[in-house]
């Protein structure tokens, strides 16, 4: 119990110091990104401080992953040089023990991780999108053709989505038995108290012959497009909890809508503890085989190279899975196998042979 202890301190303070230095380049970079935009429209520098400051729960989330491998490869491997882990092997503990107890320890500490940040990310960062974005005056997405929603029988096209809740340049085509039967086209509407209050509407009824119009200058919908539908478009994954998603897959599978994006987002976030920890078994390999002479900074250049691949490779893979049709569940488990296979030849290449 004293060496699991030992080695649970040892990561947690080599995880804290580069998750300290890996938030400070993020929160640095991300402040210079946004100095482009003072001044634009009520954009000013302490909306800038405020929306930094509300992002930083998504920048540890973000940096977790690279902090758990640095964070582990300065920590054991400065246990390695200072032959701690032999004084540990002398004990009766193997490497593949050690291992093993690191792996099981860092599953633990991220899955809670990644339960707070569930919890916590989503609210922080659908807050501070929503300040910039109102701050900068700025549509939340903007598409040439508009955005094109399904809710029902009714086919909805958007021009302009903005972030409290309103929309403009609404167009509804409602349909009976596969026919056109009413076209209404909206200036405006916003979302309050559950109804959204439609401004200037011109309704067409294709049903009466001769067909008939009629314009209202305020109307209350309590149907217009369901706001769910909304969130769908323009939030982002980092600003989904988890049972957000599932409830966006619901709705969609009930809508008759492709879902493959909110299932790929779903089991992404799901499986985020075990890619954690698969990203880790790929480095902790050099620590204890061939290459545990070698200096630290080798050993963290060679860790980043091996995250930042295994990073590049469960984002692309997936994208690839979603374009050829493949089952999301499918899609998101079959990366993390390639790489635990992967890393399953590392260890026996560089540890096993590294210490015959």
């Known amino acids: 119990m004293i060496i ?26 991300s402040f210079t990104a946004e100095l482009k935009y003072l001044d634009e429209g009520d954009y000013d520098l302490m909306s800038i401080v405020e929306y930094i400051i509300l992002s930083i729960p998504r920048s540890i989330q973000i940096m977790f992953p ?23 092997q002398s004990a009766g ?56 929603f399904k809710n029902g029988n009714s086919f909805i096209k958007i021009n302009e989505i903005y972030p409290d809740n309103s929309i403009r340049g609404i167009t509804v ?5 596969n026919e056109l039967s009413f076209v ?20 067409i009824d294709l049903t009466k012959k001769p067909i008939s119009k009629s314009r209202k200058s305020r109307e209350i919908s309590g149907n217009l497009v369901d706001i769910n539908l909304l969130s769908i478009k323009t939030d982002k994954s980092y600003s989904l909890r988890l049972k957000d998603v ?28 075990i890619s954690t920890v698969i990203m880790l078994f790929l480095a902790m390999p050099f620590i204890f085989g061939r290459m545990r ?36 569940f499918i899609n998101a488990i079959l990366p993390l196998i390639i790489f635990l296979y992967l890393g399953k ?12």
């Open 184 to 203: 209404r086209y909206i200036q405006s509407a916003k979302f309050l108290q559950d109804k959204w209050e439609l401004v200037d509407v011109l309704s």
């Open 293 to 328: 002479a070698t200096n630290a900074s080798k050993r963290i250049v060679i860790g980043l190279f091996i995250g930042i691949s295994f990073f590049i490779a469960s984002s692309i893979l997936p994208n690839l899975g979603i374009l050829i049709g493949l089952n999301p």
């Open 4 to 29: 699991y202890l030992y080695l649970l301190k040892r990561f947690l303070h080599g995880l804290f110091i580069s998750l300290v230095v890996l938030i400070s380049i993020e929160i640095f970079f």
């Open 93 to 148: 503990m193997s490497v593949k023990k050690i291992i093993y107890i690191v792996l099981f320890q860092v599953f633990i500490i991220s899955s809670l991780f990644y339960i707070i940040t569930d919890f916590t990310v989503p609210r922080f960062s659908s807050i501070a999108e929503k300040e910039r974005n109102l701050a900068l005056k700025r549509q939340t997405i903007y598409q040439k053709n508009g955005i094109w």
């Open 66 to 88: 690279y902090a758990v491998l640095i964070g582990t490869l300065l920590s054991l491997g400065s246990m390695a040089s200072d032959m701690e882990f032999v004084a540990m």
């Open 173 to 177: 085509y409602d349909y009976d038995n």
């Open 345 to 356: 030849f590392i260890f026996d290449f560089q540890v096993e042979s590294g210490l015959r």
């Open 246 to 273: 599932k409830k966006n897959i619901e709705y969609l599978s009930v809508n008759n809508l492709d879902a493959s994006i909110q299932k790929k987002i779903y089991w992404d976030k799901l499986l985020k503890p």
